[in-house]
């Protein structure tokens, strides 16, 4: 008799290498290195520059990206059906866009994207080593722990070097860009990126804030379900008095 582990409640990564055009990734690098300026980073020492937090925040609606858009759009689909997703009861929107610049020595803090219900980032360079900068994903909590601090405390007994309490009590998942990577998970996920610790290269990435809603509902059509928010057309905003 064996005792057999199962994996339960797998977070659902997506991970899609894009075949970029040479010509459109090089256009789109400039366009990112001009969208930056002369800006290095965020207010927080240390941080990226991320084009959200610094007015640009619609890359979306510019035609350097409109390709990537376009893929984006295919596999965001692809990703809600292999979920489980009816492609028919939903509408899939951009809600915001942005490029993130990380010069060597700087990272991104822990967040997630609140905002938001999926999100994706899609690497302009990188070369799968890690070096200058990883997502880092965080489980929800360590739900295998048990005690709670045993997998962060010193002196064990969970000992994180051994391969088991890796599997089972991993604190992170780091992933390693790539040019023309793309990856998917949920907006609610918590994540940070790694230092860049290539003195040589910036680290250029897009990352997208996705939405879920109901398609837009005709007079005969059933009403949105109950939990996913009617279609944005069908909104009303109220004046501020
Ligand atoms: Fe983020």
Redesign the pocket.
Known sequence: MTLELQPLFPLALAQVQLRLDPLELAVMLQEVLALRGSAEGNPNPGCAWTGDINGVWQLHRLPAFAGVCEQLRRHSWGYLEALGFAREGLALHIQRAWPVVSAPGQA?GR?H?PNAHL?AILYLNGDGSGRSGCLRLFPPRAINELVPGLAVGHGGPLCPERPAAARWNAPWFDLAPRAGLLVLFPAGTD?AVTPNDDPEELRLSL?FDLVLSAPPAGPHDPAPPEYLAPHPSQWTPLACP
């Open positions: 991104v967040h994207h999100s994540h990352a």
